[in-house]
């Protein structure tokens, strides 16, 4: 699972980086530009800060429910939405997948979640019938394995194979996280029966630029984002799906 179980740790490697900070305003201007109508509400699955939430219900004037099972986590985001209509839960993905039911309007975020889930791959099936039984709209970000090879190549790390999944997090080396590749992600999307409204690679170039000035990155990687190869060669990848 997700060894960010402590705020400061994940504010330190994350959130609070340059990169971090990219990441975030990549998928929310995605979000804020491509997603509607306007939700009603944002379910935030393994919220964090909730940083995201935070940017698309002040834009948006809706509420949001986050769920996470860090405590420490749980207060972060607390901390972030004071000022827009919340609620936090004590939940992991399979407790909301279990127990929560979506309204007309809810957007469903899962950013980045999955990949520290130790069953990364069925946990993403029973996500998409989940969504597609309540016939809602879903924000999912995964680690993309074609990302983790570049960077690994560009920073001098051990390389996977292609075959190989499961990996060593580089930032915590007791932990391993899984590797989704796109296409797959993608075939799996379509299968389902879902309409794509946005799919595009976060952070396909700035992870590897010597010395990247965030504006340009930021405008660069946006026009970059939905072309191919760039799309397939983030870091992360980012969807964004309706059943409705």
């Avoid at 680690?143 to 190989?164: R, V």
């Avoid at 992870?207 to 060669?233: G, H, Q």
Wanted: charged share 20%.
């Amino acid at each position: 699972m997700n060894p960010f179980t402590q705020g400061s740790a994940f504010a330190r490697t994350v959130t609070h980086t340059p990169h971090g900070a990219l990441r975030e305003s990549l998928i929310s201007r995605a979000l804020i530009r491509e997603c509607t109508p306007t939700p009603k509400r944002i379910v935030d699955i393994g919220c964090g800060e909730a940083r995201v939430a935070h940017i698309l219900a002040r834009t948006w004037n809706c509420s949001v429910h986050g769920y996470d099972p860090s405590e420490d986590m749980r207060h972060r985001a607390a901390h972030t939405l004071h000022d827009v209509p919340h609620a936090i839960f004590q939940y992991s993905i399979n407790d909301v997948l279990e127990h929560v039911h979506l309204a007309p309007g809810d957007l469903v975020l899962c950013h980045a979640v999955l990949n520290w889930h130790t069953h990364a791959e069925e946990t993403l099936s029973q996500l998409l019938s989940w969504v597609r039984a309540q016939r809602g709209t879903l924000s999912l970000v995964v680690g993309s394995l074609h990302g983790y090879l570049i960077d690994a190549c560009a920073h001098g790390q051990p390389l996977p194979s292609l075959t190989e999944r499961r990996v060593r997090s580089a930032s915590y080396p007791d932990e391993t996280l899984y590797l989704f590749d796109p296409s797959e992600v993608r075939i799996q999307i379509d299968r389902s029966g879902a309409r794509v409204l946005f799919h595009g690679g976060v952070r396909t170039l700035y992870d590897i630029a010597p010395d990247p000035d965030f504006d340009t990155f930021l405008l660069l990687e946006e026009s970059l984002a939905e072309r191919e190869p760039y799309r397939s060669m983030g870091d992360l990848t980012h969807f964004l799906i309706s059943y409705a």
